[in-house]
């Protein structure tokens, strides 16, 4: 008995472990394959990768992504995925983002103008009395 | 908690390559314009492997850390109490998880990391060494040793590889309650009786070398290569976070009446800074190479647990697993 690590704590004194307790090296594989965990705050709102675990299969995925992601504040939902089934870009292909300059075109800021037109033509008008305005909107 | 505080480099840096300048100056633009190295992104061979050291003994810590403080779960004065505790040690073990899966990003596996924990190759804080011989040792670790890794998260969590500020940030947003719960479980005993009292100021005297080791030894002797700094590994000196500490809670600890075993503690009204005695670094470096009255019972019992664990992963493993590294 005297072999055993005498401890503080009195878990560890029942487990009755040795100071030069064996160890076998883990095998690679031990630690199982690694999922991406996808997180709900609040019904409505987007689920947001949140980080990743280790398990087994999808079922226990889930249950540890609930330790692992859930411990806190509010979860509606969560998803998992094997990190194995997601498809990204390669690292060195994002500058394909790069070579749009300028994109006003399809963004509502470039199309800010039409007040201004419109009171333009007002005043043309206004200035041509009851004419017919051909020359308005000559934009 | 455990910030890892200050664990020292690995004895013999290997002889890192040749980088490429072209690549170099690209990776140091992009970390000087702010912005954060992913784990696909390019990175010079050092800060790799600095990287997987901090992040990988910051996890150990996590994981050793737990059990100083697990060992009260079993005699915590009260449900409460209890409960509190036992959702803080979780915390810890789920932070491991957290910073596991980051030093993973860079290429180094869990199994690894976990068999150089065991092996003794790589080391965690050196605080985890000292025994918690009473609940008010307890209070104290997570008051104050919280607080000191709180200080070292938060200033890493300014770093510039991206998975470990999100695993950084995460931890600092649940570690304000570890915080609180260990100020109120100190003020609890501090303001009790005079016996309570008393195990509180026993257990003060007990951590304080421990905790002004935890950040490591002062810069003087302390080796920071100026490159770490730049690249954003390093954020702030031993120094700085001690100094740190010792503004935000020398005036807390004295509040409550307790007395700080250093005679020659203050601020010096010059520099603004603080003047403290020498905390023995003998003494912390014989503890972190092992020495420590806990370094064997921390490892054999990691250990144990581990064996014991073997046959029930070994038994879910699905034949067909496929390991890829974490994705961020």
Redesign the interface.
Known sequence: MSDF?Q??????VR?Q??????????????????Y?VFHQAKTGARLI??????A??PD?ALVFAK??YG??STTTDMWVV???D?F?L??QDIDMFETAQEKLHREPQGYMEVRKYIEEFKKRQQQEGTSDGSEAGSH | MYGGGYIPGSASPQEAPKEDPEKLAEFEEKINRGEKI?P??WMPYEYRRQLIRMIEQHAHSEIIGA?PE??WI??APGFKRKLALM?KV??EV?HA??LY?AA?TLGK????M??DL??GKSKYSNVFNY???TWADAAIIAWLVDAGAIINQTTNSKGSYGPYC??LE?IC??ESFHLRYGYDTVVALATGTKKQRQMVQDALNRWWRPIMHFFGPPDKISVHTEKLVRWKVKLATNDEMRQQFLNMYVPKIRELGLEIPDPILHKDPETGKWVYSDPDWDEFFRVINGNGPCN??R???R??A??MG?WV??A???PR????????
């Open positions: 690590i401890s503080l704590d009195p878990r560890i487990l472990v040795r100071e030069d307790q064996p160890f076998e090296p883990k095998e690679a594989g031990d630690q199982w394959e690694t991406e990768h949140v980080g990743s675990l280790h087994p299969s226990l330790e692992q411990r806190r094997r990190t194995a997601i990204t390669h690292r | 992913e696909h992104d059990l697990g060992t079993t005699r959702a979780q915390d789920g998880q957290l899966s993973e596996s869990r199994e690894q976990i068999n065991l092996s025994p918690a011989k999100r695993a995460r947003w649940e064997k019972e490892l054999a019992v250990k144990k581990e064996m073997q992963r070994r879910l493993r699905n697993q496929q390991y890829v590294t974490p994705l961020a």
